[in-house]
């Protein structure tokens, strides 16, 4: 079965930092996807940064500068680095998965989130 497994959140200050993690098993090919979410109380879920297999990536204009996604497609495990956290990034943050088996067939799998608080 397929199971995104995260990790890295947690409680920083305004500037500070945190690199989150998140490993893909049950998956016996480089996904062609990978992508962080987040949702934060009363808004919607929101891309983050998502990077393709090829490595090319996209960001939230919110986030262009501060924050690095990058992969390792031999571990199907996709990193996001973020730097110069403020307030406003307080969210869950999710991994998300997705690839097509088919023409018609899309897979799309999500992690259990995991809390990101930036705080003083």
């Known amino acids: 079965q397929v199971q995104l497994v995260e990790s890295g959140g947690g409680l920083v200050q305004p500037g500070g930092s945190l690199r989150l993690s998140c490993a893909a098993s049950?998956?016996?090919?480089?996904?062609?996807?990978m992508g962080w979410y987040r949702q934060a109380p009363g808004k919607q879920r929101e891309l983050v940064a998502a990077?393709?297999?090829?490595?090319?990536?996209n960001y939230a204009d919110s986030v262009k500068g501060r924050f690095t996604i990058s992969r390792d497609n031999t571990k199907n495990t996709v990193y996001l680095q973020m730097n110069s956290l403020k307030p406003e990034d307080t969210a869950v943050y999710y991994c998300?998965?997705?690839?097509?088996?088919?023409?018609?067939?899309?897979?799309?799998?999500w992690g259990q989130g995991t809390q990101v608080t930036v705080s003083s």
């Open positions: 998300n998965a997705d690839w097509k088996s088919s023409a018609s067939y899309r897979n799309n799998y």
């Open positions: 049950g998956i016996g090919f480089t996904i062609y996807t």
């Open positions: 990077i393709t297999s090829e490595y090319n990536t």
